[in-house]
């Protein structure tokens, strides 16, 4: 048995229970997982590398496409480790502090990302609706701006979780039926009224996220509208392909978000697992397929994602 504050009743570490009813699966489930996390790490290391050695991406668009790989990195690799040593090693012992610090890093990505999905689409609406203001309206700083107003703004909403868990006491409930720690999980163990938590832990965070998608669809539907009124086929078509890349991120983004936080809230009937296989894929999906989606229809940076391997492949033929 793990010791306890006995002043708070705060136990000093959580179990990490794994998936519950498939424990004597989590070897083989481990396979695919770790499989797409090192893919989401190559991808995501690849985008960075292409876009920080290419001076021709030094552009707005790639530059929130760098963001967006730095939120998914962290989005990935906060779970997927420790979730990887639970499955093979049974090492599912996390203390009361690290679990903490798991679970404002996981809300804290996931937040930062919808705001820079957010800031794609106004890019992509002003290229497109606003062309010849493009370049002053997207600055260097502009976008530098973003990046901070997406890492302030996820700190002021997520930050709070961490003080309303440690007010809970948790009475010797240290057992965490899940693979990482969040935010309404470690609530759900204390023995004490938790309807602060429910409300601030899915309202605020969600009601942010739902205005950033609704901001994102306006976007959106203001380029469809400017697209239709485009003379030449040859620029609609170019027009539509630069905006489907972010459309299918966008996707892979808010569609599994959207369904593990109903679920959660109104999926009962759901078995428990399942909510649980879902919450792990929606933290390895986004960062397996955001890169594979801008590799495969960005041309400029599947030219140099060719040139790069190129370019390795004959340095290690000369060795």
Known sequence: ?????????????????GIPGMEKSHI????????????ALLGNGVVLFVIRTERSLHQPMYLFLSMLAIADLMLS??????????FWFSAGEISFGACLTQMFFLHFSFSAESVILLAMAFDRFVAICYPLRY???LTQSAVVKTG???LVRSFCIIFPCIFLLKRLPFCGHNVIPHTYCE????ARLACADISINIFYGLAVPFAAIVVDFVLIVVSYVLILLALFRLPFRTARHKAF????SHVCVILFFYIPAFFTVLTHRFGQEIPHHVHILLANLYVLIPPLLNPVVYGVRTQQIKKKVVKVFIYLQRHLLQE
Do not use: E, Q, R
């Not at 935010?183 to 470690?186: A, D, E, L, N």
């Open 241 to 244: 392909n630069t905006c489907g």
């Open 183 to 186: 935010h309404m999980g470690v």
């Open 135 to 137: 370049t002053a309206v």
């Open 148 to 150: 901070l107003v997406a």
């Open 77 to 86: 690799t906060t779970t997927v480790p420790k979730m990887l040593a639970l």
């Open 1 to 17: 048995m793990p010791p306890f504050n006995l002043t708070s009743l705060t136990p000093a570490t959580f179990i990490l229970g």
């Open 28 to 39: 083989w489930i481990s396979i695919p997982f770790c499989s797409m996390y090192l893919v």
